[in-house]
Antibody
Framework: EVQLVESGGGLVQPGGSLRLSCAAS????????MHWVRQAPGKGLVWVSR????????SYADSVKGRFTISRDNAKNTLYLQMNSLRAEDTAVYYC??????????WGQGTLVTVSS | QSALTQPASVSGSPGQSITISCTGT?????????VSWYQQHPGKAPKLMIY???KRPSGVSNRFSGSKSGNTASLTISGLQAEDEADYYC??????????FGGGTKLTVL
Protein backbone atom coordinates (compact mmCIF):
# COMPACT_ATOMS: atom_id res chain seq x y z
CA GLU A 1 0.00 0.00 0.00
CA VAL A 2 1.28 3.44 -0.94
CA GLN A 3 1.87 5.58 2.13
CA LEU A 4 3.11 9.14 2.53
CA VAL A 5 3.62 10.33 6.09
CA GLU A 6 4.53 13.95 6.77
CA SER A 7 6.22 15.16 9.95
CA GLY A 8 8.11 18.16 11.29
CA GLY A 9 5.30 20.68 11.58
CA GLY A 10 4.80 22.85 14.62
CA LEU A 11 4.81 26.37 16.00
CA VAL A 12 7.60 28.68 14.86
CA GLN A 13 8.18 32.41 15.23
CA PRO A 14 8.16 34.76 12.24
CA GLY A 15 11.56 34.73 10.60
CA GLY A 16 12.28 31.24 11.88
CA SER A 17 12.99 27.98 10.08
CA LEU A 18 11.47 24.53 9.95
CA ARG A 19 12.18 21.35 8.00
CA LEU A 20 9.34 19.11 6.97
CA SER A 21 9.79 15.45 6.08
CA CYS A 22 7.64 13.05 4.09
CA ALA A 23 8.39 9.35 4.53
CA ALA A 24 7.31 7.24 1.56
CA SER A 25 6.59 3.52 1.50
CA UNK A 26 4.81 0.94 -0.64
CA UNK A 27 6.27 2.09 -3.95
CA UNK A 28 9.58 2.79 -5.69
CA UNK A 29 10.12 6.30 -4.37
CA UNK A 30 13.09 7.03 -6.62
CA UNK A 31 10.93 6.66 -9.74
CA UNK A 32 8.47 9.45 -8.97
CA UNK A 33 8.40 13.21 -9.05
CA MET A 34 7.14 14.59 -5.75
CA HIS A 35 5.41 17.80 -4.65
CA TRP A 36 4.49 19.89 -1.65
CA VAL A 37 1.04 21.47 -1.55
CA ARG A 38 -0.27 23.62 1.30
CA GLN A 39 -3.63 24.69 2.64
CA ALA A 40 -4.07 27.62 5.00
CA PRO A 41 -6.79 27.15 7.66
CA GLY A 42 -10.20 27.37 5.98
CA LYS A 43 -8.64 28.18 2.61
CA GLY A 44 -7.91 26.40 -0.66
CA LEU A 45 -5.05 24.29 -1.92
CA VAL A 46 -1.88 26.00 -3.14
CA TRP A 47 0.95 24.32 -5.00
CA VAL A 48 4.32 25.00 -3.33
CA SER A 49 7.14 23.05 -4.91
CA ARG A 50 8.15 20.06 -7.03
CA UNK A 51 11.24 17.89 -7.40
CA UNK A 52 12.07 15.40 -10.11
CA UNK A 53 12.91 11.76 -9.46
CA UNK A 54 16.69 12.12 -9.05
CA UNK A 55 16.50 15.41 -7.18
CA UNK A 56 18.42 17.44 -9.77
CA UNK A 57 15.50 19.57 -10.93
CA UNK A 58 13.26 21.66 -8.70
CA SER A 59 10.62 24.35 -9.09
CA TYR A 60 8.78 26.68 -6.71
CA ALA A 61 5.76 28.92 -6.43
CA ASP A 62 6.70 32.61 -6.53
CA SER A 63 5.45 33.02 -2.96
CA VAL A 64 8.14 30.73 -1.54
CA LYS A 65 10.97 31.08 -4.06
CA GLY A 66 14.23 31.93 -2.35
CA ARG A 67 12.91 30.95 1.09
CA PHE A 68 11.95 27.27 0.70
CA THR A 69 14.10 24.40 -0.58
CA ILE A 70 12.75 21.03 -1.66
CA SER A 71 15.04 18.01 -1.59
CA ARG A 72 14.92 14.24 -1.38
CA ASP A 73 16.96 11.30 -0.16
CA ASN A 74 16.09 8.34 -2.35
CA ALA A 75 18.14 5.99 -0.16
CA LYS A 76 15.91 6.92 2.78
CA ASN A 77 12.68 7.18 0.73
CA THR A 78 12.14 10.63 2.17
CA LEU A 79 11.11 14.01 0.75
CA TYR A 80 12.00 17.24 2.53
CA LEU A 81 10.96 20.88 2.58
CA GLN A 82 13.35 23.31 4.26
CA MET A 83 11.44 26.47 5.11
CA ASN A 84 13.36 29.61 6.06
CA SER A 85 12.34 33.21 6.77
CA LEU A 86 8.87 32.02 7.68
CA ARG A 87 5.97 34.46 7.61
CA ALA A 88 2.51 34.42 9.15
CA GLU A 89 1.07 33.74 5.70
CA ASP A 90 3.01 30.47 5.53
CA THR A 91 0.72 29.07 8.23
CA ALA A 92 -0.93 26.03 6.67
CA VAL A 93 -1.24 22.29 6.55
CA TYR A 94 1.53 21.05 4.29
CA TYR A 95 0.87 17.95 2.20
CA CYS A 96 3.37 15.91 0.24
CA UNK A 97 2.02 14.31 -2.92
CA UNK A 98 3.20 11.82 -5.51
CA UNK A 99 2.87 12.94 -9.10
CA UNK A 100 1.30 10.91 -11.88
CA UNK A 101 0.71 12.42 -15.34
CA UNK A 102 1.12 15.98 -13.96
CA UNK A 103 -1.54 15.35 -11.33
CA UNK A 104 -1.24 14.66 -7.60
CA UNK A 105 -2.12 10.99 -7.40
CA UNK A 106 -1.37 10.12 -3.78
CA TRP A 107 -1.36 12.46 -0.77
CA GLY A 108 -0.13 12.26 2.77
CA GLN A 109 -2.28 13.26 5.74
CA GLY A 110 -0.53 16.61 6.12
CA THR A 111 1.44 18.37 8.86
CA LEU A 112 0.43 21.72 10.35
CA VAL A 113 2.86 24.61 10.38
CA THR A 114 1.91 27.63 12.48
CA VAL A 115 3.96 30.82 12.20
CA SER A 116 3.19 33.10 15.12
CA SER A 117 4.88 35.05 17.88
CA GLN B 1 0.51 32.29 -10.87
CA SER B 2 -3.03 33.57 -10.29
CA ALA B 3 -5.52 31.03 -8.97
CA LEU B 4 -8.00 29.47 -11.35
CA THR B 5 -11.59 30.67 -10.94
CA GLN B 6 -14.22 28.31 -9.54
CA PRO B 7 -17.70 29.06 -8.18
CA ALA B 8 -17.65 29.24 -4.40
CA SER B 9 -20.54 26.84 -4.06
CA VAL B 10 -22.90 24.59 -6.00
CA SER B 11 -25.74 22.40 -4.84
CA GLY B 12 -27.98 19.65 -6.12
CA SER B 13 -30.44 17.02 -4.99
CA PRO B 14 -29.68 13.30 -4.82
CA GLY B 15 -29.81 11.75 -8.27
CA GLN B 16 -29.31 15.03 -10.09
CA SER B 17 -26.24 16.14 -12.06
CA ILE B 18 -24.10 19.17 -11.29
CA THR B 19 -21.21 20.81 -13.10
CA ILE B 20 -18.36 22.77 -11.56
CA SER B 21 -16.45 25.16 -13.82
CA CYS B 22 -12.79 26.10 -13.62
CA THR B 23 -11.63 29.10 -15.63
CA GLY B 24 -8.03 29.93 -16.33
CA THR B 25 -6.00 31.46 -19.13
CA UNK B 26 -4.13 30.49 -22.27
CA UNK B 27 -1.09 29.97 -20.02
CA UNK B 28 -2.64 27.21 -17.96
CA UNK B 29 -6.04 25.59 -18.62
CA UNK B 30 -6.18 26.66 -22.25
CA UNK B 31 -2.56 25.90 -23.01
CA UNK B 32 -2.42 22.29 -21.87
CA UNK B 33 -4.75 19.32 -21.58
CA UNK B 34 -3.49 18.82 -18.05
CA VAL B 35 -6.32 19.74 -15.71
CA SER B 36 -6.94 17.58 -12.67
CA TRP B 37 -9.76 17.59 -10.13
CA TYR B 38 -9.64 16.77 -6.41
CA GLN B 39 -12.30 15.94 -3.84
CA GLN B 40 -11.67 16.91 -0.22
CA HIS B 41 -13.86 15.98 2.70
CA PRO B 42 -13.51 18.02 5.92
CA GLY B 43 -10.33 17.22 7.80
CA LYS B 44 -9.13 14.82 5.13
CA ALA B 45 -6.44 14.88 2.47
CA PRO B 46 -7.52 15.62 -1.11
CA LYS B 47 -8.30 12.71 -3.44
CA LEU B 48 -7.59 12.69 -7.16
CA MET B 49 -10.81 12.30 -9.17
CA ILE B 50 -9.86 13.32 -12.72
CA TYR B 51 -6.51 13.79 -14.44
CA UNK B 52 -5.43 14.93 -17.90
CA UNK B 53 -8.76 16.65 -18.26
CA UNK B 54 -11.02 13.63 -18.53
CA LYS B 55 -9.30 10.47 -17.29
CA ARG B 56 -10.45 8.70 -14.13
CA PRO B 57 -7.99 6.95 -11.82
CA SER B 58 -8.72 3.36 -10.95
CA GLY B 59 -11.43 3.16 -8.31
CA VAL B 60 -13.10 6.49 -9.06
CA SER B 61 -16.77 6.20 -9.93
CA ASN B 62 -17.78 6.78 -13.56
CA ARG B 63 -20.32 9.27 -12.20
CA PHE B 64 -17.42 11.73 -12.27
CA SER B 65 -16.38 13.13 -15.66
CA GLY B 66 -14.20 15.97 -16.88
CA SER B 67 -14.09 18.13 -19.98
CA LYS B 68 -12.57 21.33 -21.32
CA SER B 69 -13.50 24.07 -23.74
CA GLY B 70 -11.01 26.84 -24.37
CA ASN B 71 -9.81 28.26 -21.07
CA THR B 72 -12.54 26.60 -19.01
CA ALA B 73 -12.49 23.07 -17.62
CA SER B 74 -15.51 21.39 -16.07
CA LEU B 75 -16.22 18.58 -13.63
CA THR B 76 -19.60 16.90 -13.89
CA ILE B 77 -20.99 14.64 -11.21
CA SER B 78 -24.03 12.64 -12.26
CA GLY B 79 -26.42 10.73 -10.03
CA LEU B 80 -25.49 12.86 -6.99
CA GLN B 81 -25.09 10.96 -3.74
CA ALA B 82 -24.85 12.19 -0.18
CA GLU B 83 -21.20 11.15 0.03
CA ASP B 84 -20.33 13.47 -2.86
CA GLU B 85 -20.79 16.43 -0.52
CA ALA B 86 -17.27 17.85 -0.24
CA ASP B 87 -14.97 20.58 -1.49
CA TYR B 88 -13.72 20.23 -5.07
CA TYR B 89 -10.57 21.78 -6.48
CA CYS B 90 -9.32 22.02 -10.04
CA UNK B 91 -5.64 22.25 -10.84
CA UNK B 92 -3.77 22.94 -14.05
CA UNK B 93 -0.19 22.63 -15.19
CA UNK B 94 0.94 26.20 -15.90
CA UNK B 95 4.21 25.69 -17.72
CA UNK B 96 7.83 25.91 -16.51
CA UNK B 97 7.17 23.09 -14.03
CA UNK B 98 4.59 25.06 -12.07
CA UNK B 99 1.01 24.24 -11.17
CA UNK B 100 -1.97 26.38 -10.17
CA PHE B 101 -5.09 25.41 -8.22
CA GLY B 102 -8.57 26.87 -8.28
CA GLY B 103 -10.04 28.47 -5.20
CA GLY B 104 -12.30 25.50 -4.53
CA THR B 105 -16.04 24.81 -4.75
CA LYS B 106 -18.20 23.60 -1.89
CA LEU B 107 -20.72 21.04 -3.11
CA THR B 108 -23.87 20.66 -1.03
CA VAL B 109 -26.18 17.71 -1.60
CA LEU B 110 -29.63 18.92 -0.60
Amino acid sequence: EVQLVESGGGLVQPGGSLRLSCAASGFTFSSYWMHWVRQAPGKGLVWVSRINSDGRSTSYADSVKGRFTISRDNAKNTLYLQMNSLRAEDTAVYYCAREMATSFEKWGQGTLVTVSS
Amino acid sequence: QSALTQPASVSGSPGQSITISCTGTNSDVGGYNLVSWYQQHPGKAPKLMIYEGSKRPSGVSNRFSGSKSGNTASLTISGLQAEDEADYYCCSYAGSSTWVFGGGTKLTVL
